[in-house]
Structure formats: structure tokens, C-alpha cells
């Protein structure tokens, strides 16, 4: 079993930055490979980016390219997403996911372990 609690969210203007973490317990952390996912209201779960399980690759959506950065630091068991030049249209719930099989997989159904989400909104 892996527990994962994101902290960080909250409400920034358009423009602004916010950094999300999620703290890790359980299994292994540093075998786990991470992802960031959001939610908006009546729109399908998406995956923001991914990392693998040491750090060395990562994937990102279109649409975050350029503005978010997903980290992790394995002795403290988290991992990060660096939020830059908030849009309007990055208000989601964002949840941190954990698994063993695939960095890179963008169905949600691909990931065994979840967060609660923390909540990002960003006002024009």
C-alpha cells in the first residue's frame, strides 16, 4: 500500500505560481513512479505530468509544456509540481498518483494508488 496527502493548493491570480506536494508513505517510495492529474468541473481526469521512479524521465501534457515542472526528491519521500503562469484554465482538483508499471501512462485506470486532491484556482 502506498498513502499519498498533496498540500499546496489554493487560489492565485492569472500569472501567478503555486507549488503542489504530495508526501508518500508506505511501499517504496523511490521504486514508485509519480504522476500529477486534474480534474475540472465536467471535464475528464487528466494526466498533467509524470516522473519515473528515480527521476530521470518525464512527460508532460500540451497544455502545461513550458509552465508546470513535476520533481521529486526520494529521501523525503514527495514529489512536486511547480505551477508557472497560472491560467484561468488550470482550475481543477489536482491529485498525485502513484504506481509501479508505466511513467508515462495518461489513463487514470493505469494508476493504483491515489491522493485526496488539493484544490487550484486561478482567477483572471
Known amino acids: 500500500q502506498v498513502q499519498l496527502v498533496e498540500s499546496g493548493g489554493g487560489s492565485v491570480q492569472a500569472g501567478g505560481s503555486l507549488r503542489l506536494s504530495c508526501a508518500a508513505s508506505?511501499?517504496?517510495?523511490?521504486?514508485?513512479?509519480m504522476a500529477w492529474f486534474r480534474q475540472a468541473p465536467g471535464k475528464e481526469r487528466e494526466r498533467v505530468a509524470g516522473i519515473s521512479s528515480r527521476g530521470r524521465s518525464t512527460i508532460y501534457a500540451d497544455s502545461v509544456k513550458g509552465r508546470f515542472t513535476i520533481s521529486r526528491d526520494n529521501a523525503k519521500n514527495t514529489v512536486y509540481l511547480q505551477m508557472n503562469s497560472l491560467k484561468p484554465g488550470d482550475t481543477a482538483v489536482y491529485s498525485c498518483?502513484?504506481?509501479?508499471?508505466?511513467?508515462?501512462?495518461?489513463?487514470?485506470?493505469?494508476?493504483?494508488?491515489w491522493g485526496q486532491g488539493t484544490q487550484v484556482t486561478v482567477s483572471s
Open positions: 498518483a502513484a504506481d509501479y508499471n508505466d511513467y508515462a501512462a495518461a489513463d487514470p485506470a493505469s494508476w493504483k494508488y
Open positions: 508506505g511501499r517504496t517510495f523511490s521504486n514508485a513512479h
